[in-house]
C-alpha cells in the first residue's frame, strides 16, 4: 500500500476528497502522540498529510510561554492585548492549514485543544462550505497515571519549561489543565463525524465514519498506544549459503557466534538503560538464518530460568514450519522475560530471475531489466521478483503490529525488510527505501516520541558477513544499498564497540 504507483490529476487518492481532522481534548492526553502517528501512516499510504499544530506555531511565532502574558492559556476573561495575540495564532494556523490544502495537501490534521464546542463548529463550517470533509478526533482520560506520565514525558520537555524546575513545571501544567477543564466541553453533538479515543485506546467510539480512508485512519487508531518502548533492529547471522534465496541455509559457524554476539550485546545494553527487568520481544521471519539467530536468546533464558530460585512456566516450542503463519515462544524468568515471534510476511525480498547472480551477470543477462531497475529500484520488479513496493505491501499488516506491541521489540530480519520499517519510522519517501544500508554487526535502535523518533546506531560485529569482510556479492538485490553504497544514513549517532556500554 505504501506510496501507490498511480496519480491523479487533483493529487488526492482513495476517491476520498480532502480531509480536516480536527483534534480535540484537554492538555496532556495524547493528542500530539496521535497526530504525528496518524500522519506518519498516512503519508506511508501515500496520501499527502500534514500535522498543524497550535502550540508549534504560537511557540514558533511569539516564542516560549515566558514571553506571553500572564492570562494567555487561562479561560475566561482576558485583556485585549491577549485577545489580539489569540486571534492572531488561531487566524495564522487556520491559513497555514488552508495553504497546504491549495498546495495540492489531502489531510491536515489541526493539533489543538478545541475544547468549546462554539469554536470548534465554527471552524469545522468554514472548511466544510469548501467541501473539505471534517472529522473531530477527540482523546478522552481518566487515568492520572497516563496523564502524569505525558506531562513528564513531554510537555515540561517543551520550549515552554525550559529551565524550570522539573516539579515546579508539573505543578503548573496541571494547574493550566485544571483551569481548561472548567469550559472543556466533549464532543457530544452528531453534527459532523467523530473519532473518540479513550484512555489512549482503551476504548474507541465512532460517529458517521465513511469511506474507505475514513475506515483506515479508524483501523489505524484502534492499535496505536502512548506507552514508552525501545525498538531494535538487527540483521541475521552469516548462512552457508548467502547467495542464493530458495535455498534458506541454515546459519554458518560465523553466523552462529554473531547471533551470540548480539545477544550479549543488546542484554548489556539493556542493563545500561535500566530495562533488564522488562519483557524484550523478538521478532524474526521465518527463514531458517533469522530464527537461529534468536536461539541464543532463548538458551540464555532457559538457562537463567533453571538456575533461579523459583523456576517460571516454559513453553516449549513446536517446530517450526514455513506453512505457519506465526510461531510463538515465550520463555520467562527473573532474569530474562524473553517472547520470540515468526512471522512469515517479514521473509526477504524475493529477486526472482535475478537470484544468485552478481550484478555484472545481471547487467548482462537482462540489461534492459537492469537499465529499468537502475533507473527506479524502488517500483521496478524483475521477471518472478519483488519490487520494493511489492515488499512494503506485504509488509503492511507488520506494521499495524509494530504499532500495537507495548513491549521492548528486537527485530532480527534481513536487509531489505528493515529498510522498510525504519523508512515508515522514521518517516522517509518511498524512494529511498532502497539506498538505506543496513550493516550487518549494527544495532539500530529507535525510540518512538511524540514528536518524531530518536534513533542511533551501534556496532558490535566486525566478523565475517559484515560488509567488506566476505560478503557474497551474488546477494546483490537482498544487499543493493550495501553493494552500491546507498549513501542514505538513517541514524544520527554511530557508536563503536566499548562506548556503548560506558
Known amino acids: ?63 516560549g510561554a515566558q ?7 487561562t479561560l475566561g476573561e482576558k485583556t485585549e492585548e491577549t485577545k489580539a495575540l489569540r486571534v492572531k495564532i488561531s487566524s495564522g494556523c487556520e491559513q497555514t492549514i488552508w495553504d497546504y490544502f491549495g498546495d495540492g495537501g489531502q489531510v491536515v ?18 472548511f466544510d462550505k469548501e467541501g473539505v470533509h471534517v472529522v473531530m478526533l477527540e ?91 525501545t525498538i531494535y533492529f538487527a540483521r541475521s547471522g552469516q548462512s552457508l549459503i548467502e547467495h542464493s534465496f530458495k535455498a534458506d541455509s541454515d546459519l554458518s559457524p560465523a553466523g552462529w557466534e554473531y547471533g551470540e554476539r548480539l545477544k550479549e550485546f543488546v542484554l548489556e545494553r539493556r ?57 510463538a515462544t515465550r520463555i520467562s524468568s527473573p532474569a530474562l522475560n524473553v517472547k520470540v515471534v515468526e512471522k512469515q510476511q517479514m521473509s526477504e525480498i524475493n529477486p526472482g530471475i535475478w537470484d544468485g547472480l552478481s550484478p555484472d551477470q545481471a547487467r548482462k543477462y537482462y ?15 524483475a521477471p518472478r521478483a519483488e519490487s520494493y ?27 531489505s525488510v528493515i529498510r522498510c520499517l525504519l523508512a515508515y519510522l522514521i518517516g522517509l519517501p518511498a524512494s529511498e527505501i532502497p539506498a538505506i544500508e543496513i550493516a550487518r554487526g549494527d544495532l539500530l535502535e529507535v525510540v518512538p516520541a511524540s514528536y518524531g523518533v530518536h534513533s542511533q546506531a551501534f556496532h558490535f560485529w566486525d566478523g565475517p558477513g559484515r560488509h567488506g569482510a566476505g560478503n557474497d556479492e551474488t546477494n546483490f538485490y537482498e544487499n543493493y544499498a550495501e553493494d552500491t553504497k546507498g549513501k542514505r544514513k538513517v541514524v544520527v549517532e554511530m557508536v563503536e564497540p566499548g562506548a556503548a556500554t560506558e
Open 367 to 381: 540489461p534492459d531489466d537492469w537499465e529499468r531497475f537502475s533507473k527506479d529500484p524502488y517500483a521496478f520488479r
Open 67 to 73: 514571553k506571553l502574558p500572564p492570562d494567555y492559556f
Open 389 to 415: 513496493h511489492d515488499l512494503s505491501v506485504r509488509l503492511e499488516p507488520v506494521l499495524i503490529e509494530l504499532e500495537r506491541e507495548q513491549e521492548d521489540l528486537l527485530i532480527i530480519g534481513h536487509a
Open 1 to 63: 500500500m505504501v506510496a501507490p504507483l498511480y496519480t491523479t490529476d487533483s493529487g488526492l487518492l482513495f476517491h476520498a476528497g480532502k480531509i480536516l481532522i480536527v483534534t480535540v481534548g484537554l492538555p496532556a492526553r495524547g493528542k500530539t502522540h496521535i497526530s504525528r502517528a496518524l500522519e506518519r501512516y498516512l503519508r506511508w499510504t501515500g496520501v499527502k498529510t500534514q500535522v498543524v499544530s497550535l502550540g508549534d506555531y504560537r511557540r514558533k511565532t511569539l516564542g
Open 271 to 327: 542493563r545500561k538503560q535500566g530495562l533488564s527487568d522488562r519483557r524484550l520481544v523478538i521478532w524474526t521471519s521465518t527463514r531458517r538464518r533469522a530464527h537461529h539467530t534468536a536461539w541464543p536468546f532463548l538458551a540464555t533464558a532457559q538457562a537463567s530460568a533453571a538456575s533461579a530460585p523459583e523456576v517460571s512456566t516454559i513453553t516449549v516450542p513446536e517446530p517450526t514450519s514455513p506453512d505457519s503463519l506465526t510461531t
Open 139 to 229: 482523546s478522552l482520560c481518566d487515568n492520572p497515571d497516563i496523564i502524569e506520565r505525558n506531562i513528564r514525558s513531554v510537555k515540561i520537555s517543551s520550549p515552554d519549561y525550559r529551565g524550570w524546575d522539573p516539579d515546579k513545571a508539573v505543578e503548573d501544567y496541571w494547574s493550566r489543565i485544571h483551569d481548561h477543564e472548567k469550559y472543556y466541553e466533549p464532543v457530544e453533538e452528531t453534527t459532523w463525524p467523530y473519532i473518540r479515543i479513550i484512555n489512549v485506546g482503551e476504548k474507541i467510539m465512532v460517529n458517521n465514519i465513511q469511506g474507505y480512508l475514513q475506515s483506515r485512519i479508524v483501523f489505524f487508531l484502534m492499535n496505536i498506544h502512548t506507552r514508552y518502548r
Open 109 to 126: 490534521i489541526y493539533d489543538a485543544n478545541n475544547g468549546t464546542r462554539a469554536a470548534r463548529h465554527a471552524l469545522a463550517e468554514r
